[in-house]
């Protein structure tokens, strides 16, 4: 597609329940980012693809929080067990590798509110 | 350690104005980049411009540009000519590429505000 599409734009779901959010990236990007955004800081690094395997992890905050990219395109980031404090903007990004200069293109995220 | 730091939470510029957005890194990384992006309240994150740590010449991109002052660790966005359009949360942010992953780390951002 022209740009990286992330669904779904908003999800409000229940403390405890199991959530799947989608991005699919610019064609023939390679690389494939996971950041969370809450309200009013900075994007905080969270899982990187490189093709269809993480290249890294180290940001998922604990084990409740998977993502995987089984065909090296589309990504989905899921969630177990949601608490409060998931509530957040989850953006994706892509790009054409993960090295030096290549410049990521974000997607407009999906705002996630768990009640 | 913040790796990318801030300081100016939000800052308000008169229309036609230049305005200097502030940001310091900490990296003992040889080689890395810097980039800043732009967040409108719609909330897609635009890439404005970037700059190499091996870069000689500072970073310009139409009426952005790019301070670099490597020894003091600092990259400084400049926008000229501001218009009412340029209203919106700024984030700085860097790779490492020595380290592992590659990954963008980003400040806390700035927000900025155009008066007509």
């Known amino acids: 597609g022209a740009g990286v599409s992330q669904t779904p734009s908003n999800k409000v779901t229940e403390k405890g329940k199991y959530v799947e959010l989608r991005c699919d990236p610019i064609s023939g990007h390679t690389a494939l980012y996971w950041y969370r955004q809450s309200l009013g800081q900075g994007p905080e690094f969270l899982i990187y693809f490189q093709g269809t395997g993480a290249a890294d992890d180290s940001g998922l905050p604990n084990d409740r929080f998977f993502a995987v990219r089984p065909e090296g395109s589309v990504s989905t980031l899921k969630i177990q067990r949601t608490e409060r404090g998931d509530s957040a903007v989850y953006l994706c990004?892509?790009?054409?590798?993960?090295?030096?200069?290549?410049?990521?293109?974000f997607g407009a995220g999906s705002r996630l509110t768990v009640l | 350690a913040q790796k990318i730091t801030q300081t100016q939470p939000g800052m308000f510029v008169q229309e036609k104005e230049a305005v200097t957005l502030d940001c310091t890194y900490d990296t003992s990384d040889p080689s890395y980049g810097l980039f800043w992006y732009k967040q409108p309240s719609s909330g897609e994150m635009i890439f404005l411009i970037y700059q190499g740590s091996y870069d000689q010449q500072n970073a310009t991109e139409g009426r952005y540009s790019l301070n670099f002052q490597k020894a003091r660790k600092s990259a400084n966005l400049v926008i000229s000519a501001s218009q009412l359009g340029d209203s919106a949360m700024y984030f700085c942010a860097m790779r490492e590429f020595k380290a592992a992953g590659n990954k963008l780390t980003f400040g806390g951002g700035t927000r900025v505000l155009v008066k007509p």
């Open positions: 990004a892509s790009s054409t590798d993960s090295s030096g200069a290549n410049v990521l293109t």
